[in-house]
C-alpha cells in the first residue's frame, strides 16, 4: 500500500500503477509454471489477481493452478468462483471467471 495522506499527482500515481502492475506480472510468470503458455487474456486475468492477492495469495488457488496447468480452463474458473476472494470482490471474479473461460477479453 501507500500512504496517500499529502495526495498525489497524477502522473506519480499512474507510475506507481504501471510498477506495481509489472510486479505482478513478472512474479506471475516466476511462479505460475504455464503462465508463459497462457494466451494474452488468461495472462491478464492472473496478473489481475497477483496485483489484487499478492503471489502468496494467487499460489493459494491450488486447484485453479492445476486446472490451469491441465489447460482446464473451465475448471479453472470454477475454482476461482469457489472461494472467499470471490464472495470479497464479487462482479470483478465474475468477470475474470468469464475471461478465464472464454479466453475473450470483456
Known amino acids: 500500500g501507500w500512504n496517500l495522506e499529502n495526495g498525489i499527482r497524477r502522473e506519480e500515481a499512474e507510475l506507481r500503477l504501471k510498477n506495481d502492475l509489472w510486479d505482478a506480472f513478472h512474479a506471475a510468470a516466476l511462479n505460475v509454471p504455464c503462465f508463459r503458455q497462457l ?4 495472462q491478464e486475468v492472473i496478473v489481475s489477481m497477483a496485483f489484487n492477492l499478492g ?3 494467487l499460489m493459494r488457488f491450488r486447484k485453479m493452478l492445476a486446472a490451469l496447468d ?3 480452463y473451465g475448471l479453472a474458473a470454477d475454482e476461482m468462483l469457489d472461494s472467499r476472494w470471490a464472495d470479497q470482490v464479487g462482479r470483478r471474479a465474475q468477470r475474470l471467471a468469464r475471461q478465464m473461460r472464454s479466453g475473450e477479453a470483456l
Open 39 to 42: 494466451d494474452d487474456v488468461r
Open 70 to 72: 491441465d489447460g482446464e
Open 55 to 57: 503471489i502468496a495469495g
